[in-house]
């Protein structure tokens, strides 16, 4: 029995999935686009896209993705659901294992797969996002302007989402589980000395207020002075309940990139799971990981930017480095044996 070899997976339907799947289609490759768990990625959380250029009216998170892939797919892309369960790059084809049971052969393989941002768990969370609930202070801050304002977190992106948000909300107040943050010293102090930024310590939020019509209404904190609250509560332990009139919510406690998959490869991951690509000779810098044929764009391998266009850039970027790596692969194949393998033997 014999399998098709593909040139090109793309795992991921994301910006950064279907913007690589646009410049390898266009390049005449046929990209295989794994679709996940969420096909279209983060962008489908959110209405307006503001920030996207092309866009001055705003776009709405779901048309882009939606016109991102009738794009991709009107060059020849084509897409699949599924998403990549394990993965096995010592040697060619790589071979990928999918939750639906199926494997797949591919030469190259482009991870655009994501960071999922970590939620809460706060009841209405799930209604609420994207509409006044949010993951990402750059992309909606803009939309708070004289709000009241609910950042939950205690890192150094709580802190930045934080000290962003104060330049549009009216009050921006730091939900925070304990009494003293886990952010850099430095990152702490801008939080603490600026005037706009409150803390609300020992602190939790239990439940979020609104409709998808309305936006965030409210929010409902939970506190106690030993910290951790919402345990306290479950236990049913005495605690402090607020309710509050809040116009928004950012969730800022970290991200998870989509990177299980890759842990027994060769591709290097840092401490939090995020894809290492490395510079190589006098380029500047590349999608090209350790594991030969396999490439990383987007949100999974780029924890400080996290935008829709950087992850579309990033896209584009690993489709041509893709291009080279496969010419100079079947230029190699071609010199030592003659012929190019299409298919593998199962
Ligand atoms: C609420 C919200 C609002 C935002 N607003 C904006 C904004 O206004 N402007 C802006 O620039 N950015 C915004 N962002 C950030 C932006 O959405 C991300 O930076 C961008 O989506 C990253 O794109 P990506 O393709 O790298 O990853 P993602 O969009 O996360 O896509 C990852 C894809 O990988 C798939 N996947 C995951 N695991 C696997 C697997 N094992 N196998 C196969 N596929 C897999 C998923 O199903 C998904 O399709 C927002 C994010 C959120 C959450």
């Known amino acids: 029995m014999t399998e098709d070899i593909q040139d090109l997976v793309i795992a991921g339907s994301g910006v950064a999935g279907l913007s690589a799947a646009v410049y390898a289609a266009r390049a005449d490759f046929v990209p295989l686009v794994l679709e996940g768990d969420e096909p279209g990625g983060q962008l489908t959380l959110t209405t307006d896209v503001e920030n996207y250029l092309g866009f ?15 794009q991709a797919e009107q060059f020849g892309a084509e897409f699949q659901h599924g998403s990549i369960e394990s993965a096995e790059f010592d040697g060619q084809p790589l071979k990928l294992s999918l939750s639906t049971g199926e494997s797949l052969r591919t030469r190259a393989l482009i991870v655009a797969t994501g960071a999922s941002a970590r939620w809460v768990g706060a009841e209405a969370e799930d209604e609420l996002m ?5 993951t990402c202070a750059t992309c909606d801050g803009a939309f708070h302007r004289g709000d009241d304002v609910l950042v939950v977190g205690g890192g150094d992106s709580a802190m930045e989402e934080a000290l962003f948000l104060a330049r549009f909300a009216d009050t921006v107040t730091v939900v925070h589980r304990r009494d003293e943050l886990r952010a850099s010293e430095i990152m702490a102090d801008r939080a603490r000395d600026h005037g706009g930024v409150e803390f609300a310590w020992n602190t939790e939020l239990l439940a979020i207020d609104g409709s998808q019509e ?13 910290g951790y609250p919402t345990e306290k509560y479950e236990a049913g332990e005495d605690v402090e309940i607020e309710e509050l009139d809040v116009g928004g919510v950012f969730y800022a406690i970290g991200h998870e990139p989509n990177t299980d998959f890759l842990r027994d490869t060769p591709v290097d991951l840092d401490d939090d799971g995020y894809v290492q690509t490395s510079t190589a000779g006098d ?17 999974v391998m780029d924890r400080e930017y996290q935008q829709a266009v950087t992850a579309a850039g990033m896209g584009s970027m690993a489709a041509l480095d893709v291009e080279e790596w496969l010419e100079s692969a079947e230029a190699a194949s071609t010199d030592s044996t003659g012929t190019i393998p299409t298919e593998a033997d199962d």
């Open 56 to 70: 001055p009216e705003g776009v709405g998170g779901m048309e882009l993705i939606q016109r991102g892939k009738e």
């Open 214 to 226: 309305e936006g965030v209404t409210g929010a409902t904190l939970v506190s106690h002075p030993d």
């Open 283 to 299: 380029t500047w810098a590349t999608t090209a990981t350790a594991a030969d044929g396999v490439f990383a764009a987007g949100d």
């Open 130 to 134: 994207g509409y006044g609930l949010s």
